[in-house]
């Protein structure tokens, strides 16, 4: 069966979602579709710090190094979505990044949110967001 197949059948589940957690019917949570999937994976990648992953040093980003680089927001905005799209083409490259919006909490200055359209190349006509953030005092 291919992945669009995966996608319309309601039986088939396509991988485990993140964070972790108890799901309704298995141990885990579970993805459906290879969107959610996608979703999921885009996360992972873009939260976890570069070195972190134990025996894959390179994955992840430096998403959160970046937050404490002396900078203005213009710099820092164009150096977040540098980032997001460079390590999304290496590890996710089955991922259209759409756009990237960085916007900075003027209440909270250390907080950057982050929110990302995107779809995927099995189905480039259907797009999801997802949106972050990040706290320059939790690294």
Known sequence: MGARENDL??????GLSFP?????Q?????????????ST??????LTIRGERVMQPNFGSNLHRLLFEPMVESDMSLA????ILNV????????????????????RGNQVGVVLTFSIT???ET?????????????
């Open 26 to 38: 298995s141990a885990f949570k579970q993805t459906k579709t290879n969107l959610q999937q996608a």
């Open 127 to 139: 797009e999801e967001q997802i949106a972050l953030t990040f706290e320059t005092g939790e690294y």
């Open 80 to 83: 977040i979505e540098e980032e």
């Open 41 to 46: 994976n885009l996360k992972n990648l873009l």
């Open 20 to 24: 972790l957690g108890r799901g309704a």
């Open 88 to 107: 999304t083409s290496v590890w996710l490259p089955y991922v259209n990044i759409q756009n990237v919006d960085v916007k900075f909490d003027e209440r």
């Open 122 to 124: 099995l189905n480039p």
């Open 9 to 14: 059948n309601p039986d088939t589940w396509i």
